[in-house]
């Protein structure tokens, strides 16, 4: 009790002497203003780690050093951005990224530390403009992982529903599992920050960031980037500097006919827009290139890191309206148009970063192995290698690999006791450096083709007999089976989230079973992976989809990755083109994806870059760039973009853009000899059928508590659903019921009128003393008198004639001035 008695005081201590700390942090004390940096756990963590300088001393064969870096300072910072201190005693600082979007305004981005979570080792809270907020917390274990070989970072975004003024929807209105959209958006901070860090680190790291206060007109995820790099370069880890990252849309009005790169875009200039890119990177030492001085070009000493783009839904109508269409020479204008914000982005988190002296602590590192070590298994090892690495075959390749590294292992393994796992590292090291020479020298790839070659491509249709399409996709070992589903509208995927959008027409999934390389594993719901590469061909396909007035149907796309190696995601985009068309939707244009690498080193002193197409899973985890481009014949409708090495020139990315749509056609091309167009709808398939009717007839057609409605699904086996805007889908398994339902919905809701002598086959729904009532159509009932009922005869009792549920054939004899309806039957006529 009195260890947690002396936690709860702590803070309260902490807090009343923060103050004067931060008072005199202004004027000189570096050592008060690492403590007072919005990390209270850095200023404990220098005597906290001390005994990790002792256990380095044990792990010298790895030369794991610990060292104290701060990478603020040496992160080139633009004049104009300076910290400010807004609260002296509670030691809050601010510091400001303007963006100016010229005619479309000027938006600001602010971090703010000092305030709120104080215990976390970095907390930044952001804002965009005024009313998105956000908080962005890191933290980091205080001993290392024992016994692992990656970095154990995990990034998570908290979605809260008061963010939005709502309470959640869910059965306990309390906030749940992270939804699509908060995991995309930890992919999206992952990927650019993962990086920075300095290799080796093994002390677990997790970054929080908590969506506190969104204006619906805004998105948070490019802002979270943002406020998740400030939060780690206060946190004291050894990182490279911080990370900006900007969404950029192309807008298109009367304005601005040819279109303007707009950043941090409203919801309302994204409906504006063509084409939407989302691009994270840092600043860099600039490479000088060529003699004399020259004015320095805003955002030229930004490395590109990270890129997801998409065309927008309504990209195929403006383009058709003269808007400019997304092609490779666009899209790589966008990348450029984002460095200058990026840089202003980052000079502001640096600018914090200095103002509050954010310096690197010591964390013990663990690099994969040590000089010695890679050395011997080279020499062990470096010839066998070559002749495996030539192995086309992916699993004969891999099995090789592992009895190689096996005996690596056992014939080292008695020189350096205890460092297996460096002799592992260091034999996939000297593969890695193999396979890459090869490629910059050579121009040689482990399969034996040339740097823009494609795989054998294969394709079949119609592959599962129930489903209302499918296909299979092959390139190479890589092979996709893509499953179409249709369904009426009212089965779109409802979204609970802090954004404007609450469904979703199109809904594309994808899975990646542990069988599709040859592994076991878990099986059950996606992983991050599986949800961010289903978004990123649902993002390619979208552009495409045929509006819900062209196509009424409801559309679930299944992406089955059965085997990898190299890019399922792109081939995904391709077994879903396929797919769809064999279930016949019209899509605007077929859609194909490639995936591009990069391998980048010096050859004869000079820097050399050779991009590689459609790469092999190997290539990818060897290369220094993953980039995946889908598209049209005419333009790019998504792309992804990761690096691995501090930026990539401009012409290089541009000739790697147009090297992939070369591909693209070809693949294309294929894909048009399968299957062409829209075939005709699977017979398993709803037919559905849309009919309009006026507003005020809807609650007519509903019916007292459904009534009516439910009577014509009844009648007809037809499903029915009614839009607030009078549209009606009809729904049903084959023509003759969807007709027949039409038909009773128009009759109330688009009445003809009933005339004498009209004749119907009713049905009878009440007896009484006096007669039969006959329904003629839904909500229309008329009356055969007891006296029509006979004929000739005398009726005693209406129950001796007819029964209730009995099928007549009556005409309308005659229509009083109240609209009621006397009828008389066919026969007795």
Known sequence: MTSQNENDTQPKKAS???APAKKTAAKKAPAKKTAAAGATGAAKAPAKKAPAKKTQAK???????????????????????????????????????????????????SFETGLLARQADGAVTAYLDDDTMMLSTTTASKKPKENLDFFPLTVDVEERM?????????????EGRPGTEAILACRLIDRPLRPTFAKGIRNEVQVVVTVMSMDPDDMYDVVAINAASASTQLSGLPVSGPVGGVRMALVVDEDHAEGQWVAFPTRQQQEQAVFELVVAGRVVEPVRRGRGRRKPVPGENVAIMMVEAGATDTVVQRVAEGAPAPTEAVVAQGIDAARPFIAELCGAQAALATAVDAQARAFELFPPFGEDVFAAVESESADKLSGIMSIADKAERDEALSEDMAATVEALEAQFEGRTTEIRNAHNEVTRQLVRTRILTDGFRIDGR?????????????????????ALFERGETQILGVTTLDMLKMEQSIDSLGPVDSKRYIHHYNFPPYSTGETGR?????RREIGHGALAERALLPVIPSREEFPYAIRQVSEALSSNGSTSMGSVCASTLSLYN????????????????????????????????????????GDMDFKVAGTADYVTA??????????????????????RSARLEILSTMGEAVAGPEEMSEFAPRITTVSVPQNKIGELIGPKGKTINQITEETGANISIEDDGTVFISASDGKAADAAVDKVNSIANPQLPKVGDRYLGTVVKTTAFGAFVSLLPGKDGLIHISNLGGDRRVEKVEDEVSVGQALEVEIADIDNRGKISLVLVDAN
Do not use: C
């Open 450 to 470: 040339d740097a823009t070659a494609i795989r054998d491509l294969g394709v079949m249709i119609d592959l599962v007999p129930r489903a209302h399409g499918s």
């Open 523 to 527: 099986v059950g719901s996606p992983k």
């Open 583 to 622: 279930a016949g939707v019209p899509l605007k244009a077929p859609v194909a994806g490639i995936a591009m690498g990069l391998v980048t080193g010096e050859v004869d002193g000079k820097e050399s870059y050779v991009t590689l197409t459609d790469i092999l899973g190997a290539e990818d985890a060897f």
């Open 162 to 174: 008061y963010a939005a003024g709502r309470i959640p929807g869910s059965f306990f209105r309390r």
């Open 16 to 18: 009343t002497k923060k």
């Open 639 to 660: 792309l992804q973009l990761d690096t691995k090495v501090d930026g990539i020139p401009s012409d290089v990315l541009v000739a790697a853009l147009a090297q992939a």
């Open 59 to 109: 792990k010298a064969p790895a030369k794991a050093a610990p060292e104290k870096k701060a990478p603020a300072a040496k992160t080139p910072v633009a004049p104009t951005h300076k910290a400010e201190l807004i609260d002296a005693e509670s030691g809050i600082w601010e510091s400001t990224a303007t963006i100016d979007n010229g005619d479309f305004g000027t938006r600001t981005v």
